[in-house]
């Protein structure tokens, strides 16, 4: 049997928002295995327990530059927050989109040479860590070059998207980009669903469907309509269009006779994980406090 330590603990709760008894339960019985830990909670608690995506820890921003049919988004990160809102580092943030789009480095390691000014970007970035006093990093970029038309948007500086289409009015894609940002599809179409994450999905419902204890053509058929439910949701074509819930993204493409080729969305500090000394020590002062009680 695994040792459950209080940062393990700590680490679940941060991903799915259960309470830290639910967690501490679910990690014994996935003998410390985090990734099926989570599961059981899903299974147990629900939509409660599946709130990874949205607990971004790092902070930093997403700015993007689009002129013509070349357009380009970049992710920096920073330590607070506070640095976010700094002129310095937002003009660098914008300088390096510029920069993706133009010289189409071909990773992050390549944009760390390009000319930002004129100075290399990572001379820029070490120069703004000595000067502002706080660790900063590029984590990514997409870059995009098209036949068709480019749409871009940001939500404040912490969600950023750009999209690909073809039509002819320029509204509609800044919609499906503000829709994108809202809704937050993974891919175009359902048949473009990354394997791992229906799979994922599918375990789930078994385990919920399996506890329900009706027969197993009914579970089978239980299974297979909560997977189908998830691929509507998210994938943006099968969506509810924001602007009109009457209609889906698809319908309204239709209707303005606009194809959706591709797109791409940053949400700052997505997939980047707290330091584990913090839900430590969250958890050995609830345990003091409780002992003082």
Request: aromatic share 4%.
């Amino acid at each position: 049997m695994a040792a459950i330590t209080a940062a393990m603990v700590g680490e679940l709760r941060a991903r799915t928002d259960a309470p830290m008894m639910e967690c501490k339960k679910a990690l014994t019985e996935a003998d410390g295995d985090m990734e099926r830990a989570e599961e059981i909670l899903r299974v147990k608690l629900g939509s409660k327990a599946s709130k990874a995506a949205s607990r971004v820890t790092a902070e930093g921003v997403i700015a993007t530059y689009v002129t013509g049919n070349v357009g380009a988004m970049v992710e920096v990160n920073c330590e607070t927050d506070f640095v976010t809102k700094n002129d310095d580092f937002l003009a660098f943030a914008n300088a390096l989109a510029k920069a993706v789009a133009e010289a189409n480095p071909a990773d992050v390691a390549a944009l760390g040479d390009v000319k930002v000014g004129d100075k290399s970007a990572e001379e820029t970035r070490t120069e703004l860590i000595g000067r502002i006093g706080e660790n900063m990093s590029i984590r990514r970029f997409a870059r995009f070059e098209t036949t068709g038309k480019l749409a871009s948007y940001l939500h404040g500086s912490r969600i950023g998207v750009i999209v690909d289409f073809d039509g002819a009015e320029e509204q509609v894609g800044k919609d499906v980009a503000m829709h994108i940002a809202a809704m937050k599809p993974v891919s175009l179409a359902a048949s473009d669903v990354p394997a791992d994450l229906i799979a994922k999905e599918r375990s789930v419902a078994e385990q919920k469907a399996a506890e329900s204890g009706k027969p197993a053509d009914i579970v089978t058929k239980m299974v297979e309509g909560s997977v189908q439910k998830y691929l509507k949701e998210v994938s943006l074509l099968n969506q509810p269009f924001v602007k009109n819930d009457k209609q889906t993204v698809e319908q309204m493409l239709k209707e303005t006779k606009t194809a959706v080729k591709s797109f791409k969305m940053f949400v700052v500090g997505e997939g980047i994980e707290k330091k584990q000394d913090d839900f430590a020590a969250e958890v050995a002062a609830q345990v003091a406090a409780a002992k003082q009680a």
